[in-house]
């Protein structure tokens, strides 16, 4: 399906991943394999793969993929590292002991290689000196320190370039880097699983589950392409969430950390009856958790503090508009001493009083809902707000794709999708490029 602002995904592509790649073995047979037409686009689907395997290693650097392919077979391949340590291109020269095997070859990259100095030299340089013949760019990189400068360097080494093999997936791929450049705050994705009258829960609580194991394995795989992970206090108390990543495949290079929108006190009020259940779960050690809390709650809860562990905090959301609160707080030094940086992406996995503020705030920039196959037949647990359908009018699906008996359905509003347009929009060879 496409959008007026001309972006989509094919089927088979979770936001920004294979489908199939991010399952564990056992579960893969849930998932076709994504049709891939064309030479380049097979191989920028080997290098996004190949990005995959590093997933949230680079944070908050953007997860960059690249394979070098020569008469039909790959000779090297490289993603990127930890913040400070080699890109993409730079790991998989370096991987090659002889470095003849690059006369004459393609390079696949997933976003246009840097032409700058930062912690690194210029990727740009380093491919225009061994002798390619090709390089094939899924994205020209909009950060204005490059934007279309390190193309440029590759085309005055006579080198062949070619830009937009799979750009609506590579789009996906790299979505909160590219997307925080433009929103100027955090990214807000929502997720969650429904029935298909679009129950959240069912009202007896007689089931933990509405999806199966595919569709949780790849909600586990979501968890770190974003920094924070956000639920209200009802999930909370109802679920007990871990809010980790445990079951998708491959190495776990990050947890996100966790936030528990609290503003009246209620879950931090169950910790004393919860305290051991939760240091098993939403307090353990693997990642920082972050009650935010009302003024009058954090004074309220004031005593308890104590009974946190290290990596856990209470923090006060400043006065205002709710929504208005919680992004101030996200922005503001005491995040920063948790993550070590503002928080530049969220997925906001509450329950439906916690979406409905925030899809009716208009600050929900895309969607990942999982729809499971039965009908929940209750009325509690629903997305439900005034202006509802004011708030999604201007949404449209991107993608649909089968997670085993579920179905995946991501969706972005209008204006998310003008920004991904933009990124995907067609940049010739002979259209000019700022040369740096």
């Known amino acids: 399906m ?25 579960l893969r047979e849930a998932v076709p394999a994504p049709p891939i037409w064309g030479e380049d686009e097979g191989w920028m689907l080997e290098t996004l793969r190949m990005a995959m395997t590093h997933h949230g290693l680079s944070d908050p650097n953007p997860v960059v993929g690249c394979v070098v392919v020569r008469d039909g077979r790959v000779v090297s391949r490289g993603a990127t590292e930890r913040i400070g340590e080699r890109h993409a291109e730079r790991v998989a020269i370096e991987a090659a002991a002889d470095r003849s095997v690059f006369q004459g070859a393609t390079a696949y990259v997933t976003l246009e290689p840097c032409s700058h100095h930062g912690r690194q030299p210029p990727c740009a340089d380093l491919l225009a000196s061994v002798g390619l013949a090709r390089c094939v760019v899924a994205l020209r990189d909009p950060n204005p320190l490059v934007d279309g400068a390190g193309l440029a360097r590759l085309q005055a080494a006579g080198i062949a370039v ?26 807000v994705a929502a997720k969650w699983a429904q029935t298909l009258d679009g129950q959240l829960a069912y009202d007896d609580g007689a089931e933990r589950w509405l999806t199966g194991k ?51 006190g209620r879950a931090l009020a169950a910790l004393p009856q919860r305290l051991d259940r939760w240091k098993a779960g939403l307090l353990s050690a693997d ?9 009058a709650a954090a004074r309220q809860a004031a005593p308890l503090a104590a009974l946190l562990p290290p990596s856990a905090a ?29 928080v530049a992406s969220v997925m906001v996995e509450g329950g439906p009083r916690l979406l409905g503020l925030l899809l009716e705030a208009g600050r929900v920039d895309l969607a990942h809902v999982f729809i499971a196959p039965v009908i929940g037949g209750g009325e509690r647990n629903r997305i439900a707000f005034p202006g509802s359908v004011a708030a ?17 359905a991501e969706y972005v509003p209008a204006a998310t999708a003008t920004h991904l347009a933009r990124l995907v929009g067609p940049h010739p060879a002979g259209s000019p490029l700022r040369h740096g």
Do not use: C
């Open 214 to 264: 595919a569709a949780r394995a790849h909600t586990h795989w979501l968890r770190q392409k974003y920094d924070a992970i956000l639920v209200g206090a009802g999930t909370v108390l109802a679920d007990d969430p871990a809010l980790t990543v445990r079951d998708a495949a491959g190495d776990r290079h990050r947890q996100p950390l966790r936030l528990v929108y609290d503003p009246n």
């Open 392 to 408: 999604t009018r201007g949404w449209r699906p991107i993608a649909t794709a089968a997670l085993g008996p579920d179905l995946l």
């Open 287 to 295: 990642a920082p958790t972050v009650f935010l809390l009302g003024a």
């Open 162 to 187: 070619s830009v937009g093999a799979l750009a609506p997936e590579a789009a996906a791929w790299h979505a909160p880097f590219l997307l925080g450049q433009r929103l100027g705050r955090p990214l």
């Open 2 to 26: 496409t959008l007026a602002a001309g972006f989509s995904l094919r089927p088979g592509f979770g936001f920004g991943g294979v489908l199939r790649d991010t399952l564990p073995e056992a």
């Open 314 to 342: 209470m923090l006060a959301l400043p006065e205002g508009e709710p929504v208005d609160a919680l992004f101030e707080v996200l922005a503001g030094p005491a995040m920063v001493a948790r993550l070590g940086r503002p």
